[in-house]
């Protein structure tokens, strides 16, 4: 059975940073695109990064620069480093796995497995 559980949210002030962490079980980090999600209230969910099969990491657009994906293949946990906070990044945060190929990892259905998402908020 797949796991993911995700941690590290919270109440954090605009150029801040926060660190998330998604612990995985019952697959191996290195076969499985780990991706990052987010959803605002009354948005979609969207792709925030994800950690390749091959160690390579992708971001969208809005976060380059200022988050960062890594992962510990032996403890089996992908984390994401988030800094220079914004208001508009305030959103529930989301982990995934999945088989995903590289042309579709910003795809939500490219991944099979999510976790139940933790809470960011940026907020003076």
């Known amino acids: 059975q797949v796991l993911l559980a995700e941690s590290g949210g919270g109440l954090v002030e605009p150029g801040g940073s926060l660190s998330l962490s998604c612990a995985a079980s019952g697959i191996t980090l290195h076969s499985h695109a780990m991706g990052w999600f987010r959803q605002a209230p009354g948005k979609e969910r969207e792709f925030v990064g994800v950690l390749f099969r091959n160690s390579n990491t992708y971001y969208a657009d809005s976060v380059q620069g200022r988050f960062t994906i890594s992962g510990d293949y032996v403890k089996r946990t992908v984390n994401l480093q988030m800094s220079a906070l914004k208001p508009e990044d305030t959103a529930v945060y989301y982990c995934?796995?999945?088989?995903?190929?590289?042309?579709?990892?910003?795809?939500?259905?490219?991944?099979?497995?999510w976790g139940p998402g933790t809470q960011v908020t940026v907020s003076s």
């Open positions: 995934a796995a999945g088989r995903a190929i590289l042309s579709s990892i910003r795809n939500l259905d490219a991944y099979n497995y």
